[in-house]
């Protein structure tokens, strides 16, 4: 039986996200696989998946963690 995997994936600013509204971000590190979003109403909220890549992750983990088992034909991904 397959299994689904869900990941997120946050890029680094650009400078002009940068000069435009400073290096503040609603995102917040918790772990490997969690992660905070910051809302102006709702608070903190939550957010659990198999993975998370943030900003400062390379594109090579995740190409090694998502690209490479489909291509090896591991995984089959729907």
């Known amino acids: 039986m397959s299994k689904v995997i ?3 994936r946050f890029r680094p600013l650009s400078s002009s996200e940068i000069k435009d509204h400073g ?3 609603s995102i ?3 772990d490997d696989d969690s992660f905070n979003f910051k ?5 903190d909220l939550t957010f659990n998946f198999d993975k998370v890549f943030y900003e400062d992750s ?8 998502l690209a490479l088992p489909i291509v090896q034909g591991d995984e089959i991904f729907l």
């Open 23 to 25: 290096t503040s971000v």
């Open 6 to 8: 869900i990941c997120a």
């Open 39 to 43: 809302d102006e109403k709702d608070g």
């Open 28 to 30: 917040h590190r918790i």
């Open 58 to 65: 390379a594109q090579a983990s995740v190409y090694e963690f």
